[in-house]
């Protein structure tokens, strides 16, 4: 059984090494028995989104994402209906807020998004938030971590991803943060997500891989993933106690 990811905007929504939430993707799901095969693409022109099992954006600058999302509206409708569909996607940093009904850059330029979600994201030019990031997910035990970069506010999310317990949520003073759409999933943490966090990476594997016939999930030890991740957890509890 070969699986197809597309990891899009490869190269212009690239920051912070985000592309490894793909490489560990991709070593996770051989490790459960799958072929691989991930596609790279800088644009949506020749991409068939219904073609794939799992869809990536990652992070890029403010002007980046406004030339990833200027291309992915040029194909709104397909985006739209493979998200419908039950397509898992996962969109971090600034992609995230291409979900939305508009993105508004510091100047007040208003730009279309993709609409999937009817939550809105201002920017702010003048201010930047930026934090180690602790948070927990209704459906997944224990708590995750990551970093939070970012100059925006997004408002108006119906169904938040994460609970937030150390780090900025999607506007100040709200403790929510991302968004989920069917099986689409938007967060600004980065770090990247799922390096840092083997069992949301779990998690992942398990729903792009659940109407396979005969799929159970091999269990791994992944001793030093998982020690990383407890180790990054155990020192940012002990800096938010000192706090």
Do not use: W
């Amino acid at each position: 059984m070969t699986l197809k990811i597309l990891h899009l905007y490869n190269d212009l929504m690239n920051l912070y090494g985000e592309y490894a939430n793909i490489s560990i993707l991709e070593r996770r799901l051989r490790e459960q028995g799958f072929e691989v095969e991930v596609v790279k693409a800088d644009s949506c022109a020749d991409i068939s989104f219904s073609d794939f099992d799992f869809i990536y954006i990652g992070s890029g600058t403010e002007s980046a994402q406004k030339r990833a999302l200027e291309d992915i509206m040029t194909k709104r409708d397909e985006f739209a209906a493979a998200a419908e569909s039950g397509t898992v996607m996962l969109l971090t940093g600034n992609a995230f807020e291409m979900l939305g009904s508009s993105v508004t850059d510091g100047s007040g330029k208003s730009f279309n998004a993709l609409g999937l979600c009817g939550f809105e994201t201002t920017e702010n030019s003048e201010r930047r938030i930026t934090g180690d990031a602790i948070c927990t997910c209704r459906f997944v035990a224990g708590e995750l971590v990551g970093f939070i970069n970012k100059c925006s506010e997004t408002k108006g999310v119906d169904e938040p991803l994460f609970t937030m317990i150390m780090g900025a949520g999607n506007s100040i003073n709200d403790k929510n943060e991302g968004c989920r759409f069917k099986n689409v999933f938007g967060t600004h943490l980065i770090g990247p997500l799922l390096v840092k966090n083997p069992h949301f990476t779990k998690y992942m594997v398990e729903l792009i891989a659940r109407n396979i016939e005969g799929f159970s999930y091999k269990a791994s030890a992944l001793a030093y993933e998982r020690g990383a991740y407890e180790v990054t957890l155990r020192e940012l509890k002990k800096r938010l106690a000192q706090a």
